[in-house]
């Protein structure tokens, strides 16, 4: 039951776009994206809810598409730091607070 | 001191010893998680205290205990662990549930 995230893996450019796919077989109440570089603690980006919104922040963006119960996060063009893993965090319709999370998506920006 | 703190951050335990992880933040939330991180395996969450209250038991194996004495610590009182718990051990807080989730460093438990 634990969403599936696409690609693996992905090696950008400096100043490259990626975009970063969150998919679920079950009706999502929200998605929450956290980066985590090596080492390190996970970080949030941002939550989004049922209602198709998309957020943005500095140069990162998602999407939510109810339908297709799947969010899509958008990398613009890339920078060093944002390498790092992704993770999607889906919270399911009717399960209250329980997030689970996606196996990731190493990104890892080259110069 | 701000955010989340976790102690240890490294921990060697041999299958009998009986050990605890500690959690404690400072941003004034009223939920707590513990999850753990696998190599190679989604981040899995354990337990979840809302208002020092659990509220979740994902299914976990009784040689994990928690216990949340305040909103602001949370502890994971280990015992007779197996070398498949070795882990990185995460504790988060929220200021609800559904909110962002803060993360400490993490424990990396070893177990022998």
């Known amino acids: ?111 | 001191e701000t955010g989340v703190t976790q102690t240890p951050r490294h921990l060697v335990m041999g299958m009998t010893n009986k050990k605890s992880l500690k959690c404690e933040q400072h941003l004034g939330h009223n939920a707590m998680y513990w999850y753990k991180q696998s190599a190679k395996k989604p981040l899995e969450l354990m337990f979840v205290y809302n208002f020092k209250e659990q509220t979740e038991n994902n299914s976990v194996p009784s040689r994990f205990s928690p216990e949340c004495p305040n909103s602001s610590h949370l502890f994971l009182h280990l015992h007779t662990l197996q070398p498949e718990d070795s882990a990185l051990y995460l504790c988060a807080s929220s200021q609800e549930r559904r909110q962002p989730q803060h993360f400490g460093d993490g424990t990396r438990l070893s177990i022998l």
Request: glycine residues 10%; contains cysteine.
């Open chain 1, 1 to 111: 039951q634990q969403p599936v995230q696409s690609p693996q893996a992905v090696i950008l450019r400096e100043g490259e776009d990626a975009v970063i796919n969150c998919s679920s077989s079950k009706a999502l109440y929200s998605v929450h994206w956290y980066r985590q570089k090596h080492g390190e603690a996970p970080v949030f980006l941002m939550i989004l809810l049922k209602g198709g919104e998309q957020k943005g922040h500095d140069k990162i963006s998602a999407s939510f598409n109810e339908k297709k119960q799947q969010s899509s996060l958008y990398l613009t063009a890339s920078q060093l730091s944002y390498s790092g893993t992704y993770f999607c965090g889906t919270e399911f319709t009717g399960t209250a607070s329980k997030l689970t999370f996606g196996t990731g998506t190493r990104l890892q920006v080259t110069l």
